[in-house]
T-cell receptor
Framework: SAVISQKPSRDICQRGTSLTIQCQVD?????MFWYRQQPGQSLTLIAT?????????ESGFVIDKFPISRPNLTFSTLTVSNLSPEDSSIYLC??????????FGQGTRLTVV | KQEVTQIPAALSVPEGENLVLNCSFT??????LQWFRQDPGKGLTSLLL?????REQTSGRLNASLDKSSGRSTLYIAASQPGDSATYLC???????????FGKGTKLSVKP
């Protein structure tokens, strides 16, 4: 199993600012994933982050809005840039490859005012 | 395109009841299926992982089954407790990247 520490757990941010979310895994993992969960909705994949390469973004998500860093095999950050109220969501990171159990961080609840 | 559906969307039961949550998926070419629990405003806690070659998995009062050919899974919760109140999500994994496709969840309320 893997334990992911995600920070911050929640934040309230002003429009136009940015928020950076961190995820630290207690073991080395090849792939990390970032999700968004809008109010009342299920999870939507934002991007997949492999160490040493550019993140792969899903349709509808772009690097300028959601830059991701993956400096090593235990750490990743997601930045949500130029915030608007529509970005108010829960953001989650996860690890776990194709055949292994998926583990999630505790989530970051973002409110944009 | 894989689609995952969970029925019912919400369920309220008295404490002590046994209950079944349903999950269906449209593409049977999956690697595995995983059930999660999510408390309000929080992250996801993994409950059970069923590989595509397996029929069921058990953990305590939880039992999950998988019928890959018919595209169905069920999560059985025995002797429900108020602490079981949460949203339960199922997700299937397919594709080379191990992407998880989620259902919208079943919101369970267990009343004392």
């Amino acid at each position: 199993s893997a334990v992911i520490s995600q920070k911050p757990s929640r934040d309230i941010c002003q429009r136009g600012t940015s928020l950076t979310i961190q995820c630290q895994v207690d073991s080395q993992v090849t792939m990390m994933f970032w999700y968004r969960q809008q109010p009342g909705q299920s999870l939507t994949l934002i991007a997949t982050a492999n160490q040493g390469s550019e993140a792969t973004y899903e349709s509808g998500f772009v690097i300028d809005k959601f830059p991701i860093s993956r400096p090593n095999l235990t750490f990743s950050t997601l930045t949500v840039s130029n915030l608007s109220p529509e970005d108010s969501s829960i953001y989650l990171c996860r690890c776990g490859g194709q055949n292994t159990e998926a583990f999630f961080g505790q989530g970051t609840r973002l409110t944009v005012v | 395109k894989q689609e995952v559906t969970q029925i019912p969307a919400a369920l309220s039961v008295p404490e002590g009841e046994n209950l079944v949550l349903n999950c269906s998926f449209t593409d049977s070419a999956i690697y595995n299926l995983q059930w999660f629990r999510q408390d309000p405003g929080k992250g996801l806690t993994s409950l059970l992982l069923i590989q595509s070659s397996q029929r069921e998995q058990t953990s305590g009062r939880l039992n999950a089954s998988l019928d890959k050919s018919s595209g169905r899974s069920t999560l059985y919760i025995a002797a429900s407790q108020p602490g079981d109140s949460a949203t339960y999500l199922c997700a299937v994994r397919g594709g080379s990247q191990g992407n998880l496709i989620f259902g919208k969840g079943t919101k369970l309320s267990v009343k004392p």
